[in-house]
């Protein structure tokens, strides 16, 4: 099948898994590096595993269960990806991003995104949430090829990749709980190596507050199709903490310090799918 063929044959897929409840989201969710306990949040769910939808790729990485999970969440009908795509396990940005052509075409009018990075900003702290006014791509764009013209213009706009009105709603329900927020901007590079010192320190002077191996191709893909998009990442892991040379990066430990977080990063997304 060509790709435009695997999207529409994916989507048929799992859109027949919800016919017989009828449900239709309104609003997509990817729940990055042990940011999946939000979809337990979600009620009535049906779960269908990636192994199980015709031509979609499987999650390896570590914290990423691998399955949409459909159902209500704060009165809204959603779709949750309990787990990414990601370009450093050997698929490509167009495979990376299928999930989100799915929900696209099963109608979303919202996408949310979240991610684990490293903070690169010498302000941030371990747990910080971070809000993403805007990104650099250092991955490969998923656009590159035949443009798909049913989804979207050969050359979509990123002006405001990261819709204006939902950070300033995010911002303030966040002051009303108490949230403390960070905002800046994310570098996607295509990981699996961490970073090295040199490359947060290039990073930080290029403009970028955090780093991390994801996230912008799939906010590429859902702005080809003028999806509003809100993106916030949780950092799990600070540049200059790498200074010391007793310093090593684990993954477990990111994944550890992101699940802390997510309790806070629930709330939020909760109350902002109650006043949409």
């Not at 017989?20 to 042990?34: E, F, K, Q, T």
């Not at 979207?152 to 949230?179: C, H, N, Q, V």
């Amino acid at each position: 099948m060509t790709y435009v063929e695997t999207i529409y044959a994916a989507t048929d897929f799992v859109r027949k898994q919800l016919l017989p409840r009828g449900l239709a989201p309104s609003d997509g969710i990817i729940l990055g590096s042990g940011l999946g306990k939000l979809a337990n949040e979600i009620e009535n769910p049906i779960e269908i595993p990636y192994g199980t939808i015709p031509g979609f790729p499987v999650s390896t990485a570590i914290g990423h269960k691998g399955s949409f999970i459909v159902g209500t969440l704060a009165s809204k009908t959603v779709i949750a990806m309990q787990g990414r795509i990601h370009y450093y396990e050997g698929y490509g940005t167009q495979a990376a991003t299928l999930p989100v052509r799915v929900m696209i075409l099963l109608g979303i009018k919202r996408l949310f995104v979240s991610n684990a990075a490293g903070g690169t900003n010498p302000a941030f702290h371990v747990g910080d949430l971070m809000i993403i006014r805007d990104h650099i791509n250092l991955i490969p764009n998923p656009l590159i090829g035949p443009n798909l013209d049913d989804f979207g213009p050969r050359f979509p706009d990123m002006t405001r990749p990261y819709d204006p009105s939902l950070i300033r709603m995010a911002e303030e329900i966040a002051a009303g709980k108490g949230i403390v927020l960070q905002k800046g901007v994310y570098v996607a590079c295509t990981g699996p190596s961490y970073e090295t010192p040199a490359e947060y320190r290039y990073f930080r002077t290029i403009g970028a507050d955090a780093v991390g191996m994801s996230t912008t191709p799939e906010v590429i893909v859902a702005r080809h199709s003028g999806i509003p998009v809100f993106g916030m990442s949780v950092i799990t892991d600070v540049a200059h903490a790498t200074e010391d040379e007793d310093y090593v990066t684990d993954g477990e430990a990111i994944v550890k310090a992101a699940d802390a977080a997510a309790d806070k990063m629930t709330a939020l997304i909760k109350e902002m799918l109650q006043k949409l």
